[in-house]
C-alpha cells in the first residue's frame, strides 16, 4: 500500500506545474555567445567534382565548439571536398548557444552563380523571394524548389522563410544543388495584441505562470526574459503544461514575436 501511495504521489507531482522548468537560469547567447568568421572558399574545379572547400573559425562562448555544415556536425571550421553549391555553416558551444552564416556559396569554374535573397516578413503568410543568376555556360538551365516542378524560371515567390534546396541543372546534364536560407524579417507581431493575451488565458493560469508559484508570464519583462524558451516549449507542445493547449496559429504568433526580438509594442 506505502509503494502505491507513494507512486500516485509521484506522479501527481510530475504533473504540476511546480515541474515547468521555465526558472532556470538563462544564458543570453547574444552576448556570451560564440561567433564565426568566414576565412575563406575555394571553390571546386569542374561541377561535379568533388574539391571545393569552405574554412571558418570561431571565438568566444565556451569550447568546445561543434561545427556545422548544413546541420551536418563535425569537429574542424574546415570542411572539404564539397560540390559547388550554396552552404550554410556554423559554430555551437557547449551552453547550445550558436552562430550561423548563410548562403555561402562555392562556385565550380564551369558553373558560377548567385543568389538574391529577400526576407519573409509576414507572420502566417510566405513573402520570401529566391532569385538565382548563373553564367550561361552550357544552357539551357533548368531550376526546381525543394520538391517542387523543375521550370525554366529561375525566379521564387512566396517563399517560407528558413532552409530550402534549389536545384540547378545545364543543358549537359550536370546538377548542382543549393543549401539557400531565406531570413526571417520583422513581421511587426505585436506584444500587446497577439501575444499578452495568450498568455493571460492559457499560460498565467491558477498557480502557474501568474506570479503565485511561477514567473508572471503576463510582465512584458518577464516573457521577455524568457522569450526564447516560451518560444521552444511552445513550438514542442510542452508549454502550456496543463490547460487548453494552444492553437497553431498563436504557435506561430509566440515565434514571430521572439524571432522580431520580442519587442515591447
Given amino acids: 500500500m506505502r509503494r502505491l501511495f507513494y ?3 509521484s506522479l ?3 504533473t504540476s506545474c511546480v515541474y515547468h522548468d521555465l526558472d532556470k537560469p538563462v544564458i543570453d547567447c547574444t552576448i556570451a555567445g560564440p561567433s564565426l568568421t568566414l576565412e575563406s572558399v575555394t571553390p571546386a574545379s569542374t561541377c561535379g567534382s568533388l ?3 569552405i574554412h571558418v573559425v570561431a571565438a568566444g562562448g565556451e569550447q568546445p565548439y561543434t561545427y556545422l555544415l548544413n546541420n551536418t556536425a563535425q569537429s574542424s571550421g574546415d570542411f572539404q571536398d564539397l560540390a559547388a553549391g550554396i552552404y550554410s555553416v556554423g559554430v555551437v558551444d557547449v551552453n547550445g548557444c550558436d552562430t550561423v552564416i548563410t548562403n555561402v556559396i562555392v562556385a565550380a569554374r564551369d558553373f558560377a552563380f548567385t543568389a538574391e535573397v529577400t526576407k519573409d516578413s509576414l507572420c502566417e503568410a510566405n513573402s ?5 543568376s548563373v553564367e550561361e555556360v552550357n544552357p539551357p538551365y533548368t531550376y526546381q524548389l525543394d520538391n517542387g516542378v523543375t521550370a525554366a524560371s529561375n525566379t521564387f515567390m ?3 522563410h528558413g532552409d530550402h534546396t534549389v536545384t540547378i541543372r545545364d543543358g549537359h546534364d550536370c546538377m548542382v544543388s543549393l543549401h539557400v536560407t531565406v531570413p526571417r524579417g520583422i ?3 505585436s506584444w500587446s495584441t497577439d501575444i499578452q493575451p495568450v498568455m493571460e488565458t492559457y499560460c498565467a493560469l491558477s498557480g502557474c505562470h ?3 508559484a511561477r514567473v508572471d ?3 512584458y519583462n518577464n516573457a521577455r526574459t524568457y522569450a526564447q524558451q516560451i518560444k521552444s516549449m511552445t513550438e514542442d507542445r510542452s508549454m502550456p503544461f496543463d490547460g487548453t493547449p494552444l492553437k497553431q496559429s498563436d504557435i506561430d504568433k509566440i515565434a514571430c514575436w521572439v524571432d522580431d526580438g520580442a519587442p515591447n509594442n
Avoid at 520570401?128 to 538565382?132: M, N, T
Fill in 187 to 189: 513581421t511587426g507581431t
Fill in 128 to 132: 520570401g523571394i529566391i532569385v538565382l
Fill in 158 to 160: 512566396t517563399v517560407s
Fill in 217 to 219: 508570464l503576463r510582465n
Fill in 210 to 212: 501568474n506570479g503565485s
Fill in 7 to 9: 507512486f500516485s504521489c
Fill in 12 to 14: 501527481f507531482i510530475l
Fill in 51 to 53: 574539391d571545393g572547400r
